[in-house]
């Protein structure tokens, strides 16, 4: 069975850090994109970052610029969002998803896990 399955989420103070992984299982993603997006409650999926295959090139929502930063070990085929100074409306389901097409289109993204709560109190 394929699965991107995240982990890492969880409830920290406004000013922390979390670092979210995402690890495939039943395939190889290796030449994916790969790519984070969030969902607040009662709000549209949102996009956050998004990193070419061999992480020659990265997208950052203008929201988490400077505070986020997303990265991938092939070796492991697994993809990580550092999120740094979190803020209160980064509070949200966090979702890792994979793509064959272009790396910043992450709405076409084939591949996506189940999410990882992150909750960021003020």
């Known amino acids: 069975q394929v699965q991107l399955v995240e982990a890492g989420g969880g409830l920290v103070q406004a000013g922390g850090a979390l670092r979210l992984s995402c690890a495939a299982s039943g395939r190889t993603f290796n030449n994916y994109a790969k790519g984070w997006v969030r969902q607040a409650p009662g709000k549209e999926r949102e996009f956050v970052a998004a990193?070419?295959?061999?992480?020659?090139?990265?997208l950052y929502a203008d929201s988490v610029k400077g505070r986020f930063t997303i990265s991938r070990d092939n070796a492991k085929d697994t993809v990580y969002l550092q999120m740094n100074s979190l803020k209160p409306e980064d509070t949200a389901v966090y979702y890792c998803?994979?793509?064959?097409?272009?790396?910043?289109?992450?709405?076409?993204?084939?591949?996506w896990g189940r999410g990882t709560q992150v909750t960021v109190s003020s």
């Open positions: 990193i070419s295959w061999n992480s020659g090139r990265t």
């Open positions: 998803a994979a793509g064959s097409g272009n790396y910043y289109r992450t709405d076409e993204y084939e591949y």
